[in-house]
Every structure is written in structure tokens, then in C-alpha cells.
């Protein structure tokens, strides 16, 4: 039934961790991603975001270059999966979530163009 991941382990290369391939080193921080960006997702606490994004930097540092932009795309659709699937799933929180995001951008776009009115004195750039 693990055939696929065995030929798959076996022609992935050594990562930096004794005795692990790239590809065990990879899916290991990928599940730990998953499993942590899905507790975050579904609980309104911070940490295991965090935790979640700890995984694919050490995952990245212990793998080759190719493995590491590998887990990161792999990262990345995973996260796209369940926001999607959050925004089916619990759409009023989801709008909820949107509508803090903006308002916080907006606050920093106010801050950011307020600073740098303040620093060039009203100099355009050509």
C-alpha cells in the first residue's frame, strides 16, 4: 500500500536529519502544517498559527533547495483548501474575519500615507 511513498522516500535524497529523506522530512512538516493551520482555523486562537508556520521553517531548513519549495507550494494550497472550505463552511465568521482585515489595512494605509506626507512635504515623485 506504501509502495509509492517507499520508491518515492528512496529517490528524494537526503535531507540534514540522520536517517530521513527529504520527502520524510517534507511530508512530517507538511502534516504538522496541516494539522495546526486547521486548529487555528477552526479555534479562535493564535498559537497555532505560529506553530503551524514554525513547522514548514524548520521543514524548509532541513531539506534541499528543490524539497523546500516543494513543501512551501504544498503549504500553500493547503492553506488556499481550507480557507475555501472555511468560507463554505462558516461564511458569517469568514465575513466577520474579512471585515477586522480590512479595517485593520485601512488604519495601516491611513498611518503609511500620513508618513510619508510627513517626510517628503509634500514632494511628488516624478
Known amino acids: 500500500m506504501l509502495d509509492w511513498y517507499a520508491r518515492m522516500s528512496a529517490n528524494s535524497g537526503p535531507a540534514f536529519v540522520p536517517a530521513w ?4 522530512v517534507v511530508v512530517t512538516a507538511l ?11 477552526m479555534f479562535t486562537v493564535h498559537w497555532p498559527t505560529d506553530v503551524a508556520f514554525l513547522s514548514l521553517v524548520a521543514g524548509g531548513a532541513l531539506v534541499t533547495w528543490p524539497a523546500m519549495v516543494a513543501l512551501s507550494l504544498a503549504a500553500v494550497v493547503v492553506a488556499m483548501v ?11 465568521r469568514s465575513a466577520r474575519i474579512a471585515a477586522e482585515a480590512d479595517a485593520i489595512a485601512k488604519l495601516a494605509v491611513a498611518d503609511f500615507t500620513r508618513d510619508m506626507g510627513g517626510r ?7
Open 31 to 41: 502534516v504538522v502544517f496541516t494539522v495546526f493551520y486547521l486548529a487555528a482555523t
Open 21 to 24: 529523506t527529504n520527502a520524510d
Open 120 to 126: 517628503d512635504r509634500g514632494q511628488r515623485p516624478p
Open 82 to 92: 481550507v480557507s475555501i472550505a472555511h468560507s463554505i463552511v462558516a461564511p458569517r
